[in-house]
């Protein structure tokens, strides 16, 4: 199965799993189980299956065949070439394809002259008047790659505006571009462009990253320390030929080599092997040639060799439009396809059905609490009314004056629940101020001031150090407050379950461990700036500018990612006692009116009991029913998530026998 194919899976399950969580989000609604907590964990779902992306990057010098490997895995369907890929560097600038259905599809490209402000790449993309547009007819495949054909302009420049621009270095000649006989050099007219589409595969999420090669990288900091750690998968392409050269080694130490956690993120291609297919050859001497280069490059690289995959992109794009099987499997761009979706989506998968099995199971324990306070109420009004049976008028008197009591003493109670929710949203005030976009600035606030100093940065990288150990005791301190927080709720929720005979439970603590190791990594993938080779670089003003910007925008979305979760987390805890005081304040209703219609009518003692009994079956019924949408939404999950236990939620911290969801 290719990689469109199996896409096209990955895009029909989240499609099917969607339209489950909108079927389950329609049935809490008419069983009235959605409450703010439940509303905030079917909106979490519904987007993490609906706005899940799955970014694949490539990375390579130029004229390893790039282009023309994008071409061949995911636009054969047209044809005919759609990205640029003639002889000679035809990606200028990066160039990210995908979907948005709000904008039309069209061709969107920042004008180079923008590195020469201050402003970052996320915050241009919020400023669509500033980048030049070029409609798309997606059903003309000649329109469609004349206008792509723009990512390869370029303009001329004199060699201080190239310094200006990132695309000089007095200090590293043997990289800079050549000079013409005007005095000129040649610098990409574009810094990046956006191209929104309706092809079938990004429709359903996915997000191609095409790089230019090291100079591009390197003067653009927002693609090492915010695009590409993003991404997914990265494919790094070298010549079959070749292996790994000197510039190819220098992008894959300094930009793409990655964590241990994430090395299985990386593939490799040995691109043009039909340039080591000879006549004069045996066809075991080529594949030796090949095995060869497969064994030293991934050996230099630090991977497994089946994460080296030799191919030939141009041979395979050519099989693919004239539909030649036995070419296309000596390409063996079909073992590309395989990697990619075997290993890219499979992981994706795993990850995005972990994610939605952690939240089914909350989901079903905040329900099956719901559903919990219902059975017990109506416990309670059958015990109260079988005891009624044989008793004359003075006793149902007394016990409506005891529901009144009762009733009064739970209204007067406001005042204890109010000091509840008082130090809780006092306590919940401190922790959003400790992750918010202020206390974040602050912490940043020195290492920026150091980046904008002229000159030489000297001591800047202990500055760094300095500023993300301030910012993972930020999260450090975050997660013992949220632990406190959850510690008080117990506590409180034990006083009022045994006051009131709730079964209040508090959802557990967010767990903000993750958002310490994105710091991490965004540390590892920013500090390659900080080294010896890019002082001079580091000492111009509008690089180390953009630098600090780019740093910025990566951390907001740590930050804003992770107050986010402690919302959803706050959403739950309070909305279980809204919900339980709301179901309390219906018994009370529901007891005064059978009082009543026993008083009034010699049978509505009877007719009560049996009212009671016809809903306790319809609430049975209502607990077969959600439990079957939760097996049925972890089985859609995948076979790990449907393993756990479906059947009840953890207790109440009072140890109140807890109704299964």
């Not at 956006?194 to 900091?221: C, R």
């Not at 030799?310 to 390409?331: C, E, N, T």
């Not at 117990?490 to 310490?516: C, H, I, M, T, Y």
């Not at 509505?604 to 049996?610: A, F, S, T």
Request: glycine share 6%; net charge negative.
């Amino acid at each position: 199965m290719d990689f469109n194919q199996e896409f096209d899976q990955h895009g029909a399950w989240r499609r099917q799993f969607a339209q489950r969580l909108k079927g389950l989000n329609e049935w809490l609604a008419e069983h009235e189980l959605v409450d703010a907590g439940v509303s905030a964990r079917l909106d979490q779902l519904q987007s993490q299956v609906k706005a899940d992306k799955v970014m694949v990057a490539f990375v390579a010098e130029f004229s390893r065949g790039k282009s023309e490997l994008i071409n061949a895995v995911f636009f054969a369907g047209y044809g005919r070439r759609i990205m640029p890929a003639s002889a000679g560097r035809t990606t200028m600038c990066p160039t990210e394809l995908g979907f948005d259905a709000d904008i039309a599809p069209c061709l969107r490209l920042l004008p180079i002259e923008t590195r020469l402000q201050p402003q970052s790449l996320m915050e241009w993309r919020g400023a669509p008047e500033k980048w030049e547009r070029i409609d798309l007819d997606v059903n003309d495949p000649a329109q469609l790659a004349q206008a792509i054909e723009k990512v390869a302009e370029v303009v001329h420049v004199d060699q201080a505006q190239a310094r200006a621009l990132g695309f000089w270095h007095d200090e590293a000649p043997e990289d800079n571009p050549l000079v013409g006989a005007d005095g000129l050099v040649e610098v990409p007219r574009w810094r990046h462009a956006l191209i929104n589409m309706a092809h079938p595969l990004l429709k359903q999420g996915l997000v191609i990253l095409d790089t230019p090669g090291l100079n591009a990288i390197g003067a653009e900091p927002e693609l090492t320390v915010s695009l590409l750690p993003q991404a997914h998968a990265v494919v790094f392409i070298l010549a079959a030929d070749a292996g790994v050269s000197k510039s190819d080694l220098t992008i894959w130490r300094e930009h793409l080599a990655p964590a241990a956690e994430r090395i299985d993120s990386r593939l490799v291609v040995l691109n043009k092997i039909d340039t080591l297919w000879d006549d004069l050859s045996t066809p075991e001497y080529i594949e030796s040639q090949i095995q060869r280069q497969r064994a030293t490059s991934a050996r230099v690289l630090g991977l497994a060799e089946d994460q080296v995959i030799a191919v030939s992109a141009q041979k395979g794009l050519l099989a693919k439009v004239q539909q030649d099987p036995v070419r296309l499997a000596a390409s063996r761009l079909p073992d590309l396809e395989h990697a990619l979706g075997e290993g890219l989506l499979g992981r994706r998968r795993r990850i995005l059905q972990g994610v939605v099995a952690d939240g089914l199971h909350e989901l079903q324990n905040e329900t099956g609490r719901m559903l919990h306070a219902r059975e017990r109420d109506l416990v309670e009004q059958m015990q109260e009314l079988e005891g009624l049976r044989g008793k004359n008028a003075t006793v149902i008197r007394q016990m409506r004056l005891r529901i009144e009591q009762e009733q009064a003493e739970f209204d007067s109670s406001g005042a204890r629940i109010q000091a509840v929710r008082s130090v809780h949203l006092k306590l919940l005030r401190e922790l959003f101020g400790l992750l918010s976009t202020t206390t974040l600035k602050a912490e940043v606030t020195q290492l920026a001031e150091a980046l904008k100093k002229p000159g030489i940065k000297f001591g800047v990288k202990k500055t760094y150090g300095d500023c993300f150990d301030r910012l993972r005791d930020v999260v450090s301190r975050a997660q013992a407050m949220g632990n406190d927080i959850h510690a008080m709720l117990v506590n409180s929720f034990k006083s009022l379950n045994a006051e009131f005979g709730f079964s209040l439970q508090p959802p557990a603590a967010p767990d903000l461990q993750r958002f310490r190791e994105d710091l991490a990594l965004i540390e590892r993938n920013h500090l390659q700036y900080l080294g010896l080779s890019n002082t001079l670089k580091l000492a111009q003003p509008e690089f180390a500018e953009r630098l600090a910007r780019a740093l910025m925008s990566r951390l907001k979305g740590v930050f804003d990612t992770a107050l986010a979760e402690v919302e959803t987390w706050n959403k739950g805890s309070a909305a279980q006692l809204d919900g339980q005081l709301r179901e309390r304040r219906r018994n009370f209703t529901r007891r005064m009116e059978a009082v009543t219609r026993i008083q009034t009518a010699a049978s509505g003692l009877d007719d009560r009991i049996r009212e009671l009994e016809q809903m306790q079956v319809e609430l049975d019924a209502t607990q077969a029913r959600l439990r079957g949408w939760c097996e049925e939404l972890l089985a859609d999950a995948g076979p790990d998530a449907a393993d756990g236990d479906v059947a009840a939620p953890a207790p109440a911290v009072d140890a109140t026998p807890v109704l299964p969801a």
